[in-house]
């Protein structure tokens, strides 16, 4: 048993992934006081619980998805357990992977110098893209 599982809590953590990579659905993003600090919550289709983001994960999903929160809905991303460092230790966290079919978008909708953040940029229509179908992975339990 990873003693990491044995303790649920309101929001996911990189235990709950189980050391697998998933892809999910946006369903929404909210702004949540956690540990006296306002910060947004990811929520996803046909998950109970949602996941703080940090700058660096809400980044990710920006440059894949646009700067503004309200059209992430219905919009997949992939969860995947990583060692990282925070505050001078190395813990276990939960990344958003950019996906390669998105990594053209990415990088044409990254932030400018000046720090703006551009709207996301339309494919011209000869080069549109098929609508993923994601597949949930109902096994993992969060």
Do not use: C
Request: hydrophobic share 40%.
């Amino acid at each position: 048993m990873n003693i990491g599982a044995a303790f649920p809590g309101s929001y996911i953590k990189a235990a709950d992934l189980q050391g697998r990579s998933v892809t999910v659905m946006i369903s929404h993003v909210a702004m949540e006081e956690i540990g006296g600090d306002h910060k947004p919550v990811l929520y996803m289709h046909g998950k109970e619980r949602g996941l703080v983001l940090n700058k660096t994960n809400a980044s990710i999903i920006a440059e894949m998805h646009g700067w503004e929160t309200d059209d992430w809905q219905a919009k997949p991303i992939t969860l995947y357990p990583a060692r990282v460092e925070f505050q001078g230790r190395i813990v276990d966290a939960v990344r958003v992977k950019l996906e390669p079919q998105n990594a053209q978008r990415a990088a044409v909708n990254a932030p400018a110098a000046n720090g703006s953040h551009p709207r996301p940029a339309q494919p011209p229509p000869q080069a549109a893209q098929p609508v993923p179908t994601v597949t949930v992975d109902d096994d993992i339990p969060f």
